[in-house]
Nanobody, 115 residues
Framework: QVQLVESGGGLVQAGGSLRLSCVASGIIFNLNAIGWYRQAPGKQRELVARISSGGFTNYMDSVKGRFTISRDNAKNTVYLQMNSLKPDDTGVYYC?????????WGQGTQVTVSS
């Protein structure tokens, strides 16, 4: 049974910071790339950041220099450090893992950035 559990969302003022966590179980964690996606109401879900099994990272252009994705394989956890948050960052953030067996999503954690 594969499970991804996100946490760390909340309400923050513009310019503030949040750190999201995603804990994975039921997979060989260190063999998989993991991504963070977000979805605002009425909008398409979009890839925010991704980290490979080897630690290589990429980001959507609008978060470069503000967000950092990292992983702790010993804890089966991936993090998204979000700094200098903007109202446009508001949405539900999901972690995602693609394996040979399936595509898995967490339940999501709400991030709301006020003006």
């Amino acid at each position: 049974q594969v499970q991804l559990v996100e946490s760390g969302g909340g309400l923050v003022q513009a310019g503030g910071s949040l750190r999201l966590s995603c804990v994975a179980s039921g997979i060989i964690f260190n063999l998989n790339a993991i991504g963070w996606y977000r979805q605002a109401p009425g909008k398409q879900r979009e890839l925010v950041a991704r980290i490979s099994s080897g630690g290589f990272t990429n980001y959507m252009d609008s978060v470069k220099g503000r967000f950092t994705i990292s992983r702790d394989n010993a804890k089966n956890t991936v993090y998204l450090q979000m700094n200098s948050l903007k109202p446009d960052d508001t949405g539900v953030y999901y972690c995602n893992v693609v394996t040979s067996r399936n595509i898995y999503w967490g339940q999501g954690t709400q991030v709301t950035v006020s003006s």
